[in-house]
């Protein structure tokens, strides 16, 4: 049975850092582009970032673009999303995703992804 397991949430003060680790089991990793969500509450979940399994290919939501970084250790199976300078409104339950992509597709709809872990709650305190 597929498990993703997300770990380092927390609670830190607006403009600190945090990583935030994802790690799969049971899975085929090479075969799958692995995505990062969120979703705060009363929001609807929200694309942060992926990342194809071969070539290392990212994508990163505007609201991430230069303060989250996607990455992934492919011999580990697990995937990290480094968050830097972080806002208030970063505040959530983050989610890591597997999709089933040979080819190392990308996608940031939460229907591609066939695989969800259980959340890490990320709290930015102001």
């Known amino acids: 049975q597929v498990q993703l397991g997300e770990s380092g949430g927390g609670l830190v003060q607006a403009g600190g850092s945090l990583r935030i680790t994802c790690a799969a089991s049971e899975l085929a990793f090479t075969r799958h582009t692995m995505g990062w969500f969120r979703q705060a509450p009363g929001k609807e979940r929200e694309f942060i970032a992926g990342i194809t399994w071969s070539s290392g290919r990212t994508t990163h939501a505007d609201s991430a673009k230069g303060r989250f970084t996607i990455s992934r250790d492919n011999a580990k199976n697990t995937v990290y999303l480094q968050m830097n300078s972080l806002k208030p409104e970063d505040t959530a339950v983050y989610y890591c995703?597997?999709?089933?992509?040979?080819?190392?597709?990308?996608?940031?709809?939460?229907?591609?992804?066939?695989?969800w872990g259980q959340g890490t709650q990320v709290t930015v305190s102001s």
């Open positions: 995703a597997a999709m089933y992509s040979p080819t190392g597709g990308l996608c940031s709809a939460g229907g591609c992804y066939g695989y």
